[in-house]
């Protein structure tokens, strides 16, 4: 009893602010004590109302009271401090900041243990008792303490929510439903919560059906992982055995491996570089567009301002640096196949003293050669994102949608002179280099298009620089029928000044699929199927760049998005 005598003085002398024992403890004029901090700092958030209130009780003051140190209570808390009583025990359970407190207590309150949505209040442990053993009270609804029981409450009529008008999908009290949602479709509150859990219900059952399927493909997928890998390591393992017996075979033709390895070299370099160099070209390309937008910032004639602003505004896309096009390894089974076949292969060349032996890869392709795609998803897979290069266009040429998109226009645009532009043929190149496996489409619109390839050392003026009409690059030129009076569309190979006629639908998008290390380049009608118009099989040299040629005034052509 005298240890419980403690605690109660102990509650008595602490302050409902801090909720410590009192601190240079002060008295206001409605009898309720705190810290002198404490109150101080509550009634300066209160100094522009200039009514300053109780914490506990709400009663108001004007003017502010003056704070004089309650001697007594500051020597009942020293005594209590020498007991060593410096935290209040356990079980009171007080509320803190983060919880839900008793609506019931008063003076410091202890946590909520429940809140009843009928009473729309919450209670801890001792006020909530009556619900359990007042028959009227049993049937209220009791749930873990909220402070959102007020959102319960008819903002309007001060009732609780029991009812659901689905017609403008709220919660309503009962006066609601004769009033304002009058002859609208309502419902209980739980009769709308029966319908809602069971169809959310439906939608648990259909996320958990969903979880165990991902899971069983999640197991499929780790066994399809322990299969690549089994299959991999017997690859490696098995292939290790049989280069070991290919490298004395191959010595004496090494010198041909390393000519085309430098050859391959000289080609990514060569990529590479170009790339830096159109990364150089396009930071000086920046800057002067900035020197030039910040000399028109300071033009102080307003025609000159906005008849210069067009011209000077737009800025060319990006160049994208990415060239590097990574395949994932498949098939290991048929490594093995592919190294037993060439050692067999190479064994009964040597023994037939064959001299003319050519390598034709220095990578995986050699090992696994893939064939070119049937199907329009087997092409995608080696899609590219290709962008025009302004920096080529011929100033006929309108670039736009992300310099994607390519217009042939009546008139002139005062693109900035740079060495790479073309300069009589209305042709423009792709800003990116292509090499590897790679896979476009051309969707185009008016009298023709010429779609080509073309190495980046291509004449940019005089008759050498047509897509076609030179060494440097392939074109395939197709043509609407209406143009030239013919009884269908039809379409036209060119390298190097010559042509061959392409037989074959000529749709408005065509596919442009190049396999660079093998020298493969087919050109296809993309429809509802792949048609193949024409290929080639040749070696090439040097990086190549997609270009386009627009024969007539408003004829368009655009690199599709294929991602």
Not at 204 to 224: A, G, M, P, S
Not at 361 to 379: H, N, Q, S, Y
Request: neutral net charge.
């Amino acid at each position: 009893m005298e240890q419980k005598g403690v605690q109660l003085d102990r509650e008595t002398i602490s302050c409902s602010i801090c909720l410590d024992l009192l601190k240079d403890p002060v008295t206001i004029p409605c009898g309720h004590s705190y810290c002198m901090s404490c109150i101080k700092s509550f009634w300066d958030g209160e100094d522009q109302r200039k009514i300053y209130s109780c914490p506990q009780c709400r009663q108001a003051f004007t003017p502010r009271p003056v704070l004089v140190k309650n001697t007594m209570l500051a020597e009942l808390v020293e005594q209590l401090k020498k007991t060593g009583l410096q935290a209040a025990p356990a079980d009171h359970c007080y509320a803190g900041p983060e919880d839900v407190a008793c609506d019931v207590c008063t003076g410091r309150k202890l946590k909520a243990l429940k809140s009843c949505l009928t009473c729309s209040a919450s209670y801890c442990e001792n006020h909530l008792q009556p619900h359990y053993d007042a028959a009227p009270l049993k049937k209220h609804k009791l749930v873990d303490p909220s402070e959102k029981l007020q959102e319960n409450i008819c903002s309007r009529h001060d009732e609780v929510m029991k009812m659901f008008c689905r017609t403008d999908q709220q919660s309503i009290c009962s006066i609601c439903s004769v009033d304002e949602h009058k002859g609208h479709d309502t419902v209980s509150a739980a009769a709308e919560r029966t319908e809602r859990q069971r169809e959310l219900e439906v939608s648990r059952q259909n996320i958990q059906q969903r979880i165990q399927d991902r899971e069983k493909d999640v197991k499929l997928l780790q066994q399809e992982v322990e299969a690549v890998n089994r299959s991999a390591n017997k690859a490696v393992k098995n292939s290790g055995k049989i280069f070991t017996e290919l490298i004395s075979l191959i010595q004496k033709r090494s010198s041909d491996v390393k000519q085309q390895i430098r050859s391959q070299q000289e080609t990514e370099v060569s990529r590479v570089k170009e790339l830096q160099e159109k990364l150089k070209q396009e930071i000086t390309e920046l800057k002067r567009k900035d020197t030039e937008l910040k000399q028109l910032s300071h033009t102080e004639d307003h025609n000159q301002f906005l008849l210069n602003y067009p011209s000077l505004s737009q800025l060319s896309a990006s160049t994208d640096s990415s060239s590097i096009n990574i395949r994932p390894l498949r098939y290991f089974e048929d490594v093995t196949a592919a190294v037993s076949e060439l050692r067999d292969q190479l064994q009964d060349i040597l023994r037939e003293k064959r001299t003319n032996i050519s390598l034709t890869g220095t990578d995986v392709d050699f090992l696994l050669p893939e064939p070119e795609p049937k199907t329009r998803a087997g092409f995608l897979r080696y899609s590219r994102e290709i962008t025009l290069d302004p920096n080529t266009a011929s100033t006929q040429l309108l670039l736009s949608d992300g310099d994607r998109k390519a217009e042939r226009t009546s008139q002139i645009h005062s693109y900035p002179s740079h060495p790479d532009r073309f300069t009589e043929s209305l042709q423009v190149l792709s800003r990116e280099s292509l090499t590897g496996r790679c896979y476009w489409e051309v969707e185009w619109r008016g009298g023709g298009v010429r779609v080509a390839v073309s190495y980046k050392n291509i004449s940019r003026d005089g008759l050498d620089c047509v897509f076609g009409l030179n060494d440097k690059s392939w074109m395939l030129d197709c043509c609407k029928s209406w143009m030239f009076s013919r009884d269908t569309d039809s379409s036209t190979f060119w390298f190097n000044h010559i042509s061959t006629p392409v037989w074959g639908p000529v749709s408005s998008r065509v596919g442009v699929y190049l396999d660079h290390r093998a020298g493969i380049l087919s050109f296809y009608s993309v429809s509802e199927t792949m048609t193949l118009l024409h290929r080639v099989q040749t070696t090439f040299t040097q990086p190549l760049y997609a270009g386009l040629c627009l024969c007539f005034v408003e004829d368009t052509a655009e690199l599709c998005k294929l991602k």
